[in-house]
């Protein structure tokens, strides 16, 4: 069968249902060729297209199910699908169009072999290559990332000089074809000439009276011949007869043709071939016909093949020759040539040797480029016997690579491909990528004859297994990653549950490598985490498998265990050899350990990334106990904690994803109204529950370091946009609420000079930090010297919700801050609660006491802001002032705000 689009294994996907459908697609394109060549009508043709049509409608909706499965929403995916609506879309508009049908037919036949040779090489390779690593585990992204990295580079290249072939060859596969079969009509049309001349000749001398009418028609016969006849003189090479027919080929009339010769219509170079040809013929001879250009009238030219015969006229021997235009197909053979140097060129590219099989007799043949891939220097191919090739395959892959074979060979798989090692001549094993299929095949459609190519792939194997490497060791340690431990550790529970054993996994957290890090620097700290690397290497348990899972941060799996209990040993074992002090650089230094440990298995199904949270988990309880100790995940009474940790991981994800904002609620000054400064307020746009207060957020951080996070983004985003109202002229300050681990943080004070430092036009008073009486207490004497640190640094200080906590004196007299915010539960209530006005009167005289700034939070209503002013009260913040509004509101309210005339009527108490 006429195949203009022939399968080749370089369009196989890896997706067996899409594979089959692309071949059933190609089917019908080689079906659609073959009813064209062979002259099929309109109506044939069109009936075809319909099929192909419809069949490509359901295998683009089968393909677009299958993609969905892991691409659901991913832009490739729309892509993919607009792709398939343009397919059909240029279909309808070739079917539309009002050209000769044979012209949209040759386009059509170019668009659908170049659009599906395309679509499957490079569209939905990607797809298959990106839905197979998803299936590995991959995220969309990481994917997406892995498909066009292996479509980069030499295999783009490859898919270019592939489909170009495929054009190439496909058009000239037409032209071929259309050539054959006008020449297979022009011969038979010339045999059956011949046969009615020779008939009417063989009865001329019983029709000698009609020998007129016979002549006639003898004379029509060759006048009508689709072919140029001419006749020449064998001595003078002159022409002494010629058909109409080869007189338009070359352009004259025949009297013109009557007086030239065969020198007048071939070139120079071809008059001693020509003339030898024509005067060395004799009856009854065939030869192989000449292919040579002929020059027509107006000087152009056409390649023609020339038959000659002798041809007895009147007693005289002259050369008779039939002259066949072959100028295309001279041509489609010559670009048929090119497209193989071209593919060979690309064999050359990838370096890639070729072999043959031979199964009758077990041989293999192979090319001098695949015999020096293995080191042999032969010139011209080589053989050698199928047993002493497998003799050459390395024994770990030898089954596979028969086991592919043997699949082939029986029909089961388009092709044959496989990875494997070959031993080099010198000893050692060169990679090799394997491909070939059966391209011979007996009556009983036995396989006959295997042929394929085979590339070198060491460098691609070293490369990736270094990529593997990287992938799955920290590169400080060498020590496996999370990625690679998780792995193992999935492997580990697998073996526990078949076995019937225990295992633990213990997660280490190194006490104070921070504060080495900021003392000695991070080198020093790189080779304190090497040598705890190296002690722990030193486990005494054979089994067991480490991890570094980044920064101060090591696993081990413990495994296994002969019960519950064993791991107490091991895990004390751990404690001791990171606590063991150490001299580095000259230094002596000393660090601990917190030890969160994890058991398997469990009363609940769970994976393996969940057993390490676990044990993560585990780890910060042991730290928040104190440090360099152990804490045994307990899955029942710890079930508060780990949901405070997914609340945790939630909060973390959203400052990822950039959903916390800052709102701004105004401080004035309650008599004149002017606005001394803002309240920066966090509240969290929930993708799903909208606008979150911090009441519904914030407890959930207690004590967790995700809050200093959480509050370095707030000064971060504070700080910014003090410098964004600094350029619009607004010279003002905001507050913000400091948490008390970032109190206690030893790092606090430099990180917040650096964060001052990236906003030049924002000046230290413009910040103003607020510190909560509960989160000073834990070390005053450190919150102490820090709030002295910081306002000689120029930032300015609060004491915040003052008079709710159980030492407030305490608090005031030894946090020298210039700022008292009376707490708005005590202001709320002062209007109806004798006792809570009693509390502010006794805030405000405490403030003039020490010489402090009061300011009243909770001033809700004007009656509120009018008793604050009369009991002395000079500044407040609250909902009758203003609520917490977004920054980019800020100036329209500053330009609208008027202080409520009850208040500026009234003066505060002498």
């Not at 071949?23 to 099929?40: F, P």
């Not at 009609?210 to 060759?222: A, V």
């Not at 010629?242 to 070139?267: K, Q, S």
């Amino acid at each position: 069968m006429f195949e203009i689009f022939p399968w080749n294994p370089n369009l196989e996907t890896g997706i067996d249902l899409i594979d089959v459908q692309h071949r059933k697609l190609v089917s019908l394109i080689n079906q659609l060729a073959q009813q064209h060549v062979q002259g099929a009508t309109e109506a044939e043709v069109q009936a075809i297209l319909g099929e192909l049509s419809d069949y490509a409608d359901y295998h683009f909706r089968t393909e677009e199910g299958i993609w969905k499965t892991a691409l659901a929403g991913d832009d490739w995916l729309i892509q993919h699908i607009q792709t398939h609506q343009r397919f059909f879309s240029h279909i309808a508009e070739l079917q539309s169009s009002r050209r000769p049908f044979q012209a949209v037919l040759d386009d059509l036949f170019s668009y659908l072999i170049q659009w599906l040779a395309y679509h499957i090489l490079d569209n939905d390779k990607r797809m298959a290559l990106a839905l197979k690593a998803i299936g590995q585990g991959a995220s969309v992204a990481s994917a997406h990332a892995q498909a066009d990295a292996h479509m980069q580079g030499a295999t783009a290249t490859l898919i270019q000089t592939v489909l170009g072939m495929y054009q190439t060859l496909s058009s000239q596969a037409l032209i071929l074809m259309h050539e054959k079969l006008g020449r297979q009509r022009a011969e038979q049309a010339l045999a059956e000439s011949e046969a009615r001349w020779r008939l009417l000749l063989e009865h001329t001398a019983d029709h000698q009276h009609s020998g007129s009418r016979f002549e006639k028609n003898l004379s029509k016969i060759i006048d009508e011949l689709p072919a140029g006849l001419a006749v020449v003189n064998p001595g003078s090479l002159g022409f002494v007869f010629v058909n109409p027919w080869f007189c338009r080929m070359l352009g004259y009339t025949r009297d013109e043709l009557l007086a030239l010769g065969v020198e007048d219509i071939h070139p120079p170079e071809c008059f001693a071939e020509v003339t030898s040809s024509l005067r060395s013929v004799s009856l009854h001879q065939r030869r192989s016909a000449l292919i040579m250009p002929v020059y027509r009238k107006d000087g152009s030219h056409f390649l023609a093949s020339i038959e000659r015969t002798a041809i007895d006229l009147d007693g005289m021997l002259s050369s008779m020759a039939i002259f066949t235009d072959v100028t295309e197909r001279e041509v489609a053979r010559t670009a048929l040539e090119d497209e193989r140097l071209r593919l060979q060129n690309a064999m050359d590219a990838v370096q890639a040797g070729t072999w043959e099989l031979d199964l009758n007799t077990q041989t293999v043949r192979y090319d001098d480029r695949f015999a020096r891939m293995l080191g042999y220097d032969n010139r011209g191919p080589m053989a050698g016997a199928y047993a002493m090739y497998l003799s050459w395959i390395h024994t770990d892959d030898r089954a596979a690579q028969q086991l592919q074979m043997d699949r082939h060979l029986r029909g089961d798989t388009p092709h044959f491909e496989a990875e494997l090692r070959l031993r080099h001549k010198d000893g050692h094993w060169v990679w090799c990528r394997t491909l070939g299929r059966v391209m011979q095949r007996d009556a009983h459609n036995q396989p006959l004859w295997v042929t394929g190519i085979s590339v070198d792939i060491s460098e691609q194997k070293t490369h990736r297994q270094q990529i593997d490497h990287i992938t799955h060791h920290d590169a400080l340690t060498g020590l496996p990653n999370r990625k690679l431990f998780v792995q193992t550790l999935a492997q580990a529970m697998q073996a526990a549950t078949q076995a019937h054993h225990v295992l633990a996994v213990t997660y280490l957290d190194l006490d104070g490598l921070s504060a080495i890090n900021d003392c000695y620097g991070q080198e020093v700290g790189n080779q304190l985490v090497l040598e705890i690397s190296r002690r722990l290497r030193q486990l005494p348990h054979p089994h067991d498998h480490l991890a570094h899972i980044g920064g101060d941060e090591f696993a081990v799996i413990l495994s296994p265990l002969e019960q519950p209990q064993a791991f107490e040993t091991p895990v004390k074992a751990l404690l001791d050899m990171v606590s063991a002090p150490m001299i580095l650089h000259g230094i002596s230094l000393q660090v601990t350990a917190s030890i969160g440990i994890t058991l398997f298995p469990q009363l609940e199904k769970m994976d393996a990334e969940q057993l390490l949270r676990q044990a993560d988990q585990a780890m910060y309880l042991a730290k928040l106990a104190g440090k360099n100790r152990a804490h045994l995940f307990d899955p029942i009474n710890d079930e508060t904690t780990r949901a405070q940790f997914m609340r945790i991981d939630e909060i973390h994800q959203g400052l990822l994803k950039n959903e916390f904002v800052l709102h701004y609620q105004p401080k004035v000054n309650l008599s004149s109204g002017a606005v001394v400064g803002f309240e920066a307020l966090i509240r969290w746009q929930h993708p799903s529950r909208g606008l979150l207060l911090p009441g519904l957020f914030i407890p959930a951080l207690s004590q967790h370091p995700m809050a200093v996070n959480l509050g370095n983004w707030v000064i971060d985003t504070a700080l910014a946009q003090l410098a964004q109202w600094n350029a619009l002229g607004i010279r003002t300050t905001v507050s913000v609420n400091i948490d008390s681990l970032q109190l206690h943080d030893p790092d606090f004070a430099d990180r917040l000079q650096r964060q001052l430092n990236a906003q030049p036009s924002v000046q230290p008073w413009q910040l103003e930090l607020e510190i909560l009486e509960t989160g000073a207490l834990e070390n005053m004497a450190h919150v102490s010297a820090l709030v002295n640190h910081l306002q000689r640094m120029g930032f300015e200080c609060a004491l915040d919700d003052f008079g709710t906590g159980y030492s407030s004196l305490t608090f005031l007299k030894q946090l020298e801050a210039r700022t008292i915010k009376i707490d708005q539960s005590f202001v709320r209530g002062m209007l109806d609660d004798a006792q809570h006005a009693a509390i502010v009167n006794s805030v405000l005289d405490l403030a003039r006491n020490f010489t402090r700034r009061a300011l009243a939070e909770g001033v809700e209503t004007e009656a509120h802001g009018q008793a604050l002013i009369e009991l002395g009260c000079e500044f407040g913040q609250g909902y009758a002032i203003a609520h917490a509004m977004p920054a980019d509101t800020v100036a329209l309210w500053m330009s609208q705000w008027q202080v409520p005339a009850s208040w500026a009527a009234h003066r505060p108490a002498v």
